[in-house]
């Protein structure tokens, strides 16, 4: 991530005013494959954590200075937020500090400011799956997510007084975690 990130973050926002909504998505599975936890090596790990960790306490550190007082900043997040990904340590690990790191930032800004919300997602159908052939009509339309980040940024979701959702079922639709915003 650029070192100029927060510098380039303000220049934005001085030209175009305060961001009535960011949405955080960062997750890389780095270049090592597929590993159990502990044949991971110290650099792995350092990657792994540097790219999806330390770039989403970065990315916040630079928008949320620049979010609208009324505005959103959201991180979206897989299930792995939640349960063990074997194969997938440093991917799991990140995903569940980063829920941890969001649900934290928003009880401490407690209603003062923008409201921050942690979003998991299941399965998402997306058209590079669906070129791939891997599809189906069960998993979660990208619209969907689209549609409830918008109605979380623009406040008329039923959830906006939640800072925990999930999105784990398209019959469903976006549940409360229960964590009060």
Do not use: C
Request: no cysteine; aromatic share 6%; proline share 4%.
């Amino acid at each position: 991530m650029s070192a100029s990130l927060e510098s380039d973050v303000a220049a934005l926002s001085s030209e175009f005013g305060k961001f009535d909504g960011v949405v955080v998505a960062v997750a890389s599975w780095g270049d090592q494959g597929r590993k159990p936890a502990l044949a991971l090596t110290d650099a792995e790990w350092q990657r792994l954590l540097d790219g999806n960790l330390t770039s989403v306490f970065r990315l916040f550190r630079a928008f949320l200075p620049v979010t609208a007082p009324r505005g959103a900043l959201l991180q979206l997040n897989g299930m792995s937020a939640d349960m063990p990904f074997p194969g997938g340590a440093g991917v799991a690990l990140s995903a569940a500090a980063t829920k941890s790191l969001t649900l934290t930032l928003a009880a401490e800004l407690g209603g003062r400011g923008p409201r921050v919300y942690q979003v998991i997602l299941g399965v998402i159908r997306t058209r590079a799956r669906q070129l791939a052939g891997i599809d189906d009509l069960r998993w979660i339309d990208a619209t969907q997510v689209g549609e409830h980040v918008a109605g979380l940024v623009e406040g008329t979701s039923p959830l906006t007084g939640t800072a925990l959702h999930y999105f784990v079922d398209r019959a469903v639709g976006p549940q409360s975690g229960s964590e009060e915003n």
